[in-house]
């Protein structure tokens, strides 16, 4: 069964600090893997793609890791900031035998405090 | 308009009334999703459309939930009979589901309340 498993359900830091935030997945075939954030209200927004070959991805403050191998992918936020503050959902695309269906997991909620 | 749009924003409804809840995806957009979150918890699946194949209907989790996508395009969530457990953010989000580069593209969402 194609599933998408987050970890941890929920995480507060203090402003400053950093965090990692884990994905874990067993699609398979696997397509590409994407990190969502949802600010609070909004709809979530993609902050970063990851494909079969690509190990390392930043956008800014965050930092995306995958390791194909072993079906797992991390997304670190360095020097954390109050409007780090979201849901975080990891995506997984499965390949074209499966249509390319999204997996979705079930997300992080992190809060950042000053 | 550009985005994936949901209607209405915010709902609230008595418990035992049906509401339906509205999804445009992206014009050209073969695949649509709905998933819930309800406050503080993580993304529920819902539905699952997939151009004119059978949807997959296996995260609704009774059968006062049902959806329906006409013509290939817009998507209404219905639930009947509302009940307090019902209360959560109801999110849309379609794709085009072209393979390397896929992308869901979310709604604000709906804003269910049921009192």
């Known amino acids: 069964k194609n599933q998408v498993e987050q970890s941890p359900q929920s995480l507060i830091i203090l402003e400053g600090k950093n965090c990692t935030l884990q994905?874990?997945?067993?699609?398979?075939?696997?397509?590409?893997l994407r990190w969502y954030k949802q600010d609070t209200g909004r709809g979530p927004v993609s902050l970063t793609i990851?494909?079969?070959?690509?190990n390392t991805k930043s956008n800014g403050r965050y930092t995306a890791t995958l390791d194909a191998d072993t079906k797992q992918s991390s997304l670190h936020i360095t020097a954390s900031q109050l409007s780090d503050s979201a849901s975080y959902i990891c995506?997984?695309?499965?390949?074209?035998?499966?249509?390319?269906?999204?997996?979705f997991g079930a997300g992080t909620i992190l809060r950042v405090k000053s | 308009g550009a985005g994936v749009s949901q209607s209405p924003s915010n709902k609230v409804t008595e418990k035992g009334k049906d509401v339906e809840l509205r999804c445009d995806p992206i014009?050209?957009?073969?695949?649509l999703y709905w998933y819930r979150q309800s406050l503080g918890q993580g993304l529920e699946f819902l539905i699952y459309?997939?151009?004119?194949?059978?949807?997959?209907k296996s995260g609704l989790p009774s059968d006062r939930f049902s959806a329906e996508r006409t013509g290939g395009s817009v998507s209404t969530l219905t639930i009947q009979r509302t009940q307090q457990e019902d209360s959560a953010v109801y999110l849309c989000?379609?794709?085009?589901?072209?393979?390397?580069?896929?992308?869901?593209?979310f709604g604000q969402g709906t804003r269910l309340t049921v009192v």
């Open positions: 990851m494909t079969f070959s690509e």
């Open positions: 994905c874990n997945y067993t699609v398979s075939p696997f397509s590409n």
């Open positions: 014009s050209g957009h073969t695949a």
């Open positions: 995506v997984v695309s499965a390949g074209r035998e499966y249509g390319n269906k999204l997996v």
């Open positions: 989000a379609s794709s085009t589901q072209t393979g390397r580069s896929t992308e869901a593209f």
């Open positions: 459309f997939q151009g004119n194949s059978a949807p997959d």
